[in-house]
């Protein structure tokens, strides 16, 4: 059995939106996200149905073209690859479940252990495997310390597309699933594939 206290769990931010993978196991999914007013879920789609539970706040929930106020006690229900996307007008919580996704759809995803790899190279790398992630879709990593800078680069230069969450965390051993969850915008920024990049103070994750 397992027990957690939502109340407890909301946690906003400021720059980008907060969410928090609760459950994650085949066939099911339970993520709490925490929307300051203004920010917005860009378009995606899932394999698998979808049922959205307004806990606090007010949304407009788009699918495809057609908007619906979600407001706190609502749910929204959509179906099996059906495009949709979420605009906060106050600051909102939501609680997603995702049903039907088999443990094959999980498991068929790319796995890079970057302990082989030298560290100038891995974010160029990673990122280069997540550019050509289709929606759903998504990246595992293995890790002997706790990948924090790439997970602020992620939410930072992919901001919208990513959902980060951790299959292990520690203590010597940590796996995170890196999945795409929208389509990139014209205005992002490239991350070049040469091993000389690297970011200040950070090129060691």
């Known amino acids: 059995m397992r027990k957690q206290n939502l109340n407890q769990l909301i946690e906003y931010n400021d720059e980008q939106l907060h969410p928090k993978v609760l459950i994650n196991e085949p066939g099911y999914r339970m993520v709490l996200v925490s929307m300051r007013a203004g920010q917005f879920l860009p378009q995606h789609a899932t ?4 049922t959205v539970y307004a806990m606090r706040g007010h949304c407009t929930f ?9 407001r706190a006690g609502e749910v929204a229900s ?3 690859g059906a495009p949709h996307r979420v605009e906060a007008h106050e600051d909102s919580v939501l609680l997603v479940l995702a049903t039907g996704r088999t443990g094959a759809d999980q498991d068929s ?5 970057l302990r082989q790899i ?3 190279q891995r974010h160029p790398l990673i990122f280069q ?16 310390h706790d ?6 680069q992620i939410y930072s230069m992919r901001q919208g597309q990513a959902s980060w969450e951790y299959i292990q965390r ?3 051993i940590f796996r995170i699933r890196i999945r795409r969850i929208a389509l990139p915008e014209v205005t992002d920024v490239p991350v070049q594939t040469k091993s000389v990049w690297t970011l200040p103070g950070i090129d060691r994750k």
């Open 47 to 50: 394999q698998g149905t979808v």
């Open 62 to 70: 788009y699918e495809g073209p057609t908007p619906y106020d979600l």
């Open 78 to 80: 959509i179906e099996s």
């Open 109 to 113: 995803s790319e796995e890079l252990d």
């Open 118 to 120: 030298p560290p100038p």
């Open 129 to 144: 495997k997540f550019d050509v992630l289709a929606i759903g879709d998504s990246l595992r990593l293995i890790n002997d």
């Open 147 to 152: 990948p924090v800078p790439l997970n602020r």
């Open 170 to 172: 520690g203590p010597e």
